[in-house]
């Protein structure tokens, strides 16, 4: 099974900055990897896939990069709606797995 | 739109079985596939199982491949997922999701299992 570790677990941030999330893979996943927001009490919605692309309606704030093994997230200029956990997903391989989430806060 | 809704909360006893239901509208269901992921209170996101809807191909992580089922009725766009012998570390929050990268979401249903 392919472990998706992302890093830091938790990250404070301030309203307006910019922000890098990490996604590491055990092997390569291709450009397989997609990227989650969730809420409290919501289920995750989809905001990038194919490791770059943006999903419907996702504001261009949120960016992705990377390939094989390395990911990263950014979040540009950071609004209060952002402030929420993130979590990475490949799906290059089975079985599907999920990293243990990033969560983003207000500094 | 694509919409998933899921059947509503469940509580199980510790042994029994539970069914959740997810059915989709605002895409062609049939060409589609639809995966299944679970949450622990406060938990990670934890990948169930998956079907390709057109085939009935199912593929399942290894720790719930012998107490989860999932199926399919084309005719009325409508995904299962059945949990036999339940423990008490089943309690969570079940989500289907459809697409390859789980696209869009159910809103979730709420088993608990307790004695």
């Known amino acids: 099974e392919i472990v998706m570790t992302q890093s830091p677990a938790t990250l404070s941030v301030s309203p307006g900055e910019r922000t890098t999330l990490s996604c590491r893979a055990s092997?390569?996943?291709?450009?397989?990897l997609a990227w989650y927001q969730q809420k409290p009490g919501q289920p995750p919605r989809l905001l990038i896939y194919?490791?770059?692309t943006r999903a419907t309606a996702i504001s261009a704030r949120f960016s992705g990069s990377g390939s094989g093994t390395e990911f990263t997230l950014t979040i540009s200029s950071l609004q209060s709606e952002d402030f929420a956990v993130y979590y990475c997903h490949q799906y290059n391989d089975w079985p599907r797995t999920f990293g243990q989430g990033t969560k983003l806060e207000i500094k | 739109q694509m919409q998933l809704v899921q059947s509503g909360p469940e509580v199980k006893k510790p042994g029994t079985s539970v069914k959740v239901s997810c059915k989709a509208s605002g895409f062609t269901f049939r060409s589609s596939a639809v995966q299944w992921v679970r949450q622990a209170r406060g938990q990670r996101l934890e990948w169930i199982g998956w079907?390709?809807?057109?085939?009935?191909?199912?593929n399942y992580a290894q720790e719930f491949q012998e107490r989860v089922t999932i199926s399919r009725d084309i005719s009325t766009s409508t995904a299962y997922m059945e949990v036999s012998s339940l423990r008490s570390d089943d309690t969570a929050m079940y989500y289907c999701a459809a697409g390859h990268y789980c696209d869009s979401w159910g809103q979730g249903t709420l088993v608990t299992v307790s004695s």
């Open positions: 092997q390569s996943v291709n450009s397989n």
């Open positions: 194919g490791a770059s």
């Open positions: 079907i390709a809807v057109g085939s009935g191909n199912t």
